[in-house]
T-cell receptor, first 113, second 116 residues
Framework: EADIYQTPRYLVIGTGKKITLECSQT?????MYWYQQDPGMELHLIHY???????EKGDLSSESTVSRIRTEHFPLTLESARPSHTSQYLC????????????FGEGSRLTVL | AQTVTQSQPEMSVQEAETVTLSCTYD???????LFWYKQPPSRQMILVIR??????QNATENRFSVNFQKAAKSFSLKISDSQLGDAAMYFC?????????????FGTGTRLTIIP
């Protein structure tokens, strides 16, 4: 299995709380990604990073923010969670070579009450 | 805009039989990559097979093979000798090959059930 880890796996919180979803990889990959996946739906890219100090927004507008201070770490933060943020969030990474496959974490399932 | 369509939300197959999952895509690009990913229940999504558009030969990985029809923009996945561990959501995905393009476009997935 790939060496990419997400915590927490499951989180239930109340509206207005600040949350951070953690993602770490030990493969030395430069590129990292956050996808949002709703049940029975395709994955939508919300953030990505080319490397340290690089962050970009994806296709799906998101109120979340990300940071990339270290190569191995790419946390996602919601300053004030709302029920519309309820979803599964998948972190992924890949090496820089063009054909590099994505390696995914197990996902963080967020429920906002 | 690139789109990926998986027209079969659910499929089932008898154990040891063969099943084919369909995928079509829409693009004006000539150089791109196509992928099939597998997402088992509550587990990590993993790559099943990859096809580079410039290669005419269909990719094969053990029991998994693809039928890549570039002109028809079709990329189906064939699973031979289906096993219980093959039960999962399968996602078809597409990415342009030019440097700096980070968008991997996914289809809506096909849920595959293996009947013992």
């Amino acid at each position: 299995e790939a060496d990419i880890y997400q915590t927490p796996r499951y989180l239930v919180i109340g509206t207005g709380k600040k949350i951070t979803l953690e993602c770490s990889q030990t493969m030395g990959h430069d590129k990292m990604y956050w996808y949002q996946q709703d049940p029975g739906m395709e994955l939508h890219l919300i953030h990505y990073s080319y490397g340290v100090n690089s962050t970009e927004k994806g296709d799906l507008s998101s109120e979340s923010t990300v940071s990339r201070i270290r190569t191995e770490h790419f946390p996602l933060t919601l300053e004030s969670a709302r029920p519309s943020h309820t979803s599964q969030y998948l972190c992924a990474s890949r090496p820089s070579k063009a054909t590099g496959e994505l390696f995914f974490g197990e996902g963080s399932r967020l429920t906002v009450l | 805009a690139q789109t990926v369509t998986q027209s079969q939300p659910e499929m089932s197959v008898q154990e040891a039989e063969t099943v084919t999952l369909s995928c079509t895509y829409d693009t004006s690009e000539s150089d791109y990559y196509l992928f099939w990913y597998k997402q088992p229940p509550s587990r990590q999504m993993i790559l099943v097979i990859r096809q580079e558009a410039y290669k005419q030969q269909n990719a094969t990985e053990n029991r998994f093979s693809v039928n890549f029809q570039k002109a028809a923009k079709s990329f189906s996945l064939k699973i031979s000798d289906s096993q219980l561990g093959d039960a999962a959501m399968y996602f078809c995905a597409y990415r342009i090959s030019n440097f700096g393009n980070e968008k991997l476009t996914f289809g809506t997935g096909t849920r595959l059930t293996i009947i013992p």
